[in-house]
């Protein structure tokens, strides 16, 4: 089972094709909807007018990229700072894993090492790898030993927490109760 979204079919056909794709979707998926981050990766592509790799991206002229974020409609609400992440990413997936995306989870021996080098690219706290752990194991069959432990409650079977048990507009709406709920926990905390 993949990834199925309310977004573009192509933009989810990149997704289920591209694990780079995959990873920048989630790189970008903080402050903006989820569908939006999802389907950048596939507004990039046609900004460029083919599928990047994490070479190119990493290499390519920061100021150029942030105008390919920044053209309406962004990619992101911050275009800047989410081209700059992207590429930092990128620059650590040709550093550690020869630029392929899916050698960060391919070949990790556990889920524990699996959260640990999802948790090392910039941008992703302790949170938001365990989100994709879940999302690679539940969507992508990405199963190491113990990736439901690593993924913490995002790993649970039945959960509706995140990205990674949208399967339908059902599925999708539990999700965004699940988020409503935690948002108002969260503000009667700090009231």
Not at 56 to 67: H, I, N, R, S
Not at 143 to 157: I, L, N, S, T, V
Request: contains cysteine.
């Amino acid at each position: 089972m993949t990834l199925s979204l309310p977004i573009d079919p192509e933009a989810n056909r990149l997704l289920e094709r591209s694990p780079l794709a995959l990873l920048t979707g989630m790189v970008l998926d903080q402050q903006i909807p989820l569908e939006k981050a999802f389907t950048s990766p596939y507004v990039l592509a046609q900004r460029l007018g083919h599928e990047p790799d994490a070479r190119e991206l990493a290499g390519y002229d920061p100021e150029a990229l942030v105008e390919i974020f920044a053209r309406p409609p962004a990619l992101h609400r911050f275009p800047k700072a989410m081209a700059a992440r992207v590429q930092q990413v990128c620059q650590v997936l040709v550093d550690r894993y020869d630029g392929d995306a899916a050698r960060l989870w391919s070949d990790a021996a556990d889920g524990r090492e699996l959260l640990r080098r999802i948790g090392e690219l910039p941008g992703f706290g302790k949170q938001k790898a365990q989100i994709f752990v879940a999302l690679l194991g539940k969507r992508y069959d990405v199963r190491p030993d113990g990736w439901r432990e690593a993924a913490g409650g995002y790993g649970e079977p039945d959960a509706y927490r995140s990205v990674a048990d949208i399967t339908d507009p059902e599925s999708l709406r539990r999700v965004r109760e699940f988020k409503q709920q935690m948002k108002a926990a969260a503000k009667a905390t700090k009231a």
